[in-house]
């Protein structure tokens, strides 16, 4: 049993890069869910989606993109890499609503130089 | 939105104290759930508790719906309990808020 899992675990980028880190879960659970975690903020959302092709803004979306063509699959995508968005980014998945019962992949952490 | 604070920020306990940790929601909540990062980061489930009580070994929790707070309880510490305590919540069909968390640390 897989569960949620990230890559990369680790990534080192340059300003103006693109970068997209990826997010598979094997539960065929229908909501998932990327969080940024900074200290001194705790778990803030960047995006969610209920299914396939259906996705929505969180607290925090500008300057990430994400795409839902699977149900297991949720990258996120910085389109320019800036330094504030160095951060520790958290995928995680639900089987019911967006509220329900969360589970939450390792994480990778990102530094942007 | 909803507003989510925790007390206490910080907690430094001997091994084998007990301990109360408190989440306090600005409006009433139908999903609620705590969470343990261990020192390594992982973020590990540990109740979904939107009302009423329950227990998992050493720990428990006890949400009251109606007074918008809940909490954990930590009985007979170990120092493997180190690490962030964070609880969230929502209400109707809406993503989790969370709180900024408490930072516990067990003594030997």
């Known amino acids: 049993d897989a569960g949620i899992t990230q890559s990369p675990r680790y990534k080192i980028t340059e300003t103006g890069r693109q970068v997209t880190l990826m997010c598979h879960q094997t539960?065929?659970?229908?909501?998932m869910f990327w969080y940024r975690q900074d200290l001194g903020h705790g778990l803030r959302l960047i995006y969610y989606?209920?299914?396939?092709?259906?996705?929505d803004k969180g607290e925090v979306p500008d300057g990430y993109v994400v795409s839902r063509s699977k149900t297991e699959n949720f990258p996120l995508t910085l389109e320019s890499a800036t330094r504030s968005q160095t951060s520790v980014y958290f995928c995680?998945?639900?089987?019911?609503?967006?509220?329900?019962?969360?589970?939450f992949g390792p994480g990778t952490r990102l530094t942007v130089t | 939105g909803i507003q989510v604070e925790q007390s206490p920020p910080d907690l430094i306990l001997q091994e084998g104290a007990n301990s109360t940790l408190r989440c306090n929601f600005s409006d009433s909540v139908n999903n609620l759930q705590w969470f343990h990062q261990n020192p390594w980061g992982q973020l590990i489930n540990l109740f979904y508790i939107p009302s009423g009580t329950k227990q998992n070994g050493r720990l428990s929790a006890t949400t009251v719906a109606t007074e918008r707070y809940s909490l954990l309880y930590i009985s007979s510490s170990q120092t493997t309990d180190s690490g962030v305590y964070f609880c969230?919540?929502?209400?109707?069909?809406?993503?989790?808020?969370f709180g900024k968390g408490t930072r516990l640390s067990v003594i030997a």
């Open positions: 539960w065929s659970h229908s909501y």
């Open positions: 989606s209920a299914a396939a092709d259906i996705t």
């Open positions: 995680a998945s639900s089987d019911r609503d967006y509220g329900y019962e969360q589970y």
């Open positions: 969230a919540g929502s209400s109707g069909n809406t993503p989790l808020v």
